[in-house]
């Protein structure tokens, strides 16, 4: 499998893509990382809150105790004691509850900035990078042999474009009709030049298959 093309400036461009993709998803990642932090600041006055509504509480809850020591009238000092206790243990609650929702705008806020941004640059990157691998593996695949050679002649004179098939030398396509070797390799690396990559040297004695009619 191919990830790369052959000729310099096209692996270059490559290249880059694929650091500017890396990048781009760091960058996300990073300014998420510095969201995340900044909205659990908001979270510190919840917390302050649920703090002071336990400590409210112990200090109730201790008071509730000493006066139930308190002979004949003790169960009665309690109460209110209980009652401001239950009041404090509410408002701890309420501080715990803002901390949790708090705690829960981050983390989406955060998914939120990495999964749009890199989703959106996957979903243009990466069919590029993934349809470029197959065509460059099926070109790789199809450069070892004289009748794989002769498909990638046909797919270039069907699809290459009439500015890159006027370049080559005159009497090319005339050649590759009658099946000439030279012709043949000719149009088949103007295929895969296409995909920035280069034909493998013929071995010696290696020759096309003619053409019948």
Not at 81 to 110: K, M, N, P
Not at 136 to 156: I, Y
Request: charged share 15%.
């Amino acid at each position: 499998m191919r990830l790369y093309a052959a000729r310099p400036d096209r692996r270059l461009g490559q290249v880059l893509a694929d650091v500017g993709a890396l990048a781009w998803l760091v960058l996300w990642v990073a300014v998420a990382r510095v969201v995340h932090g900044a909205v659990l600041v908001l979270a510190e006055p919840g917390r302050a809150v649920e703090d002071l509504g336990t400590s409210v509480a112990d200090s109730m809850g201790s008071a509730a105790s000493a006066a139930e020591d308190v002979p004949v009238v003790g169960d009665e000092l309690s109460t209110p004691f209980d009652a401001l206790g239950d009041a404090a243990g509410s408002v701890s609650g309420a501080g715990q509850a803002a901390q949790d929702a708090v705690g829960t705008l981050a983390t989406v806020l955060a998914v939120v900035l990495v999964v749009l941004p890199v989703g959106w640059l996957l979903s243009r990157w990466l069919p590029w990078r993934l349809r470029w691998v197959r065509e460059a593996s099926a070109v790789s695949r199809m450069s070892g042999g004289p009748s794989d050679l002769e498909l990638l002649a046909a797919r270039a004179v069907a699809t290459a474009p009439l500015p890159r098939l006027a370049a080559l030398p005159p009497g090319t396509g005339a050649a590759w009709r009658a099946g000439d070797p030279a012709a043949v390799r000719a149009l088949a690396a103007l295929e895969a030049g296409r995909l920035g990559l280069r034909l493998p040297e013929p071995g010696p004695g290696a020759t096309a298959p003619s053409r019948s009619g």
